[in-house]
């Protein structure tokens, strides 16, 4: 069985500091992972995704993750936050590797300080 | 393509009355998803469809719920005598075959 676990529900950073949102999974097959953004009253829009190959994965609007099989991790990073960057963040596995069925974790609300 | 609509994007509802929405998903996909997601969580699936037939329903799905895709392109979920509990964001997605699924901007339902 799969999950995923995110560590923070709220992280805070200042405008052009560094952005790190941590997402630890669970999988009994290597997995296929998802970071995906949420913004107040949205859905789900994608920023990037792991399946195989390459394990540091770029995505959108400058945001990248690594895959780290030996740690099980998947973590988010933004070399330089800006303020459009606050939004709520789920990183997601899929359920026996099909794109869209997914267990999310339960978010992480990125606040960005002027 | 505009992507996934869904509509309503809100809903409220007096509690014990049936409610459907409706979602089209981006046209060439073939498999469709819905998702629940209550406040301060993260989305749980529910269903998929693969052209019109449902493979597949969480136990989150109670047998109030319904989810249709009579012709294999737009979706309806319906909740039949809704309760409190019902309240949410529904979400659907849309994927081609077993590729990353695109989002609509979901539909947000209040029970009262």
């Known amino acids: 069985a799969q999950s995923v676990t995110q560590l923070g529900s709220h992280v805070s950073v200042s405008e052009g500091a560094l952005v790190l949102l941590r997402c630890n999974y669970s999988?009994?097959?290597?997995?296929?992972l998802f970071w995906y953004v949420q913004y107040p009253n949205q859905g789900l829009q994608l920023l990037l995704k792991y399946t195989t190959g390459a394990t540091l994965v770029k995505g959108i609007n400058g945001f990248e993750a690594e895959f780290k099989k030996s740690e099980t991790s998947f973590h988010l990073t933004k070399p330089s936050a800006h303020m459009s960057d606050a939004a709520e963040y789920f990183c997601?596995?899929?359920?026996?590797?099909?794109?869209?069925?997914?267990?999310f974790g339960q978010g992480t609300e990125l606040s960005v300080k002027p | 393509d505009t992507g996934v609509s869904q509509d309503p994007r809100h809903k409220i509802t007096k509690r014990g009355q049936n409610v459907t929405f409706r979602c089209d998903p981006i046209?060439?996909?073939?498999?469709l998803y819905w998702y629940r997601q209550t406040l301060g969580q993260g989305p749980e699936f529910l269903t998929y469809f693969q052209n019109e037939a449902q493979l597949e329903k969480s136990r989150l799905l109670s047998d109030r719920f319904s989810a249709e895709r009579p012709k294999g392109s737009f979706s309806t979920l319906e909740i039949q005598r809704t309760e409190q509990g019902d309240s949410a964001m529904y979400l659907c997605a849309s994927s081609f075959e077993n590729t990353e699924a695109f989002f609509g901007q979901g539909t947000r339902l209040t029970v009262v």
């Open positions: 046209s060439e996909h073939n498999r």
């Open positions: 997601a596995v899929s359920i026996d590797n099909q794109g869209g069925k997914l267990i």
């Open positions: 999988s009994s097959v290597p997995p296929y």
